[in-house]
């Protein structure tokens, strides 16, 4: 008899541990996630402060003399 219930008592621990388990990773991971994408989301804003590679417009007063070919 005495196997009987420690049989129920390893199961019981084991369904109680299940939920225990999903319940804690359903709380405890959105706010992990969140917390390490805004961690990874400031460390990309840092390192891009060299995005200037867009087309340059350059003013000039008076056009230059063209060669034969048409360069500059």
Same mark, same amino acid.
């Given at each position: 008899?005495?196997?009987?219930?420690?049989?129920?008592?390893?199961?019981?621990?084991?369904?109680?541990?299940? &939920?225990? &388990?999903?319940?804690?990773?359903?709380?405890?991971?959105?706010?992990?996630?969140?917390?390490?994408?805004?961690? &990874?989301?400031?460390?990309?804003?840092?390192?891009?402060?060299?995005?200037?590679?867009?087309?340059?417009?350059?003013?000039?007063?008076?056009?230059?003399?063209?060669?034969?070919?048409?360069? &500059?």
């Amino acid at each position: 008899m005495g196997k009987k219930k420690e049989k129920k008592k390893n199961i019981g621990l084991y369904v109680f541990g299940s &939920l225990a &388990l999903a319940v804690g990773a359903m709380i405890v991971m959105p706010k992990v996630i969140d917390f390490v994408a805004d961690q &990874l989301d400031n460390n990309v804003q840092q390192k891009n402060d060299e995005d200037d590679w867009g087309p340059e417009i350059v003013r000039r007063e008076k056009p230059e003399k063209e060669d034969k070919d048409g360069e &500059l």
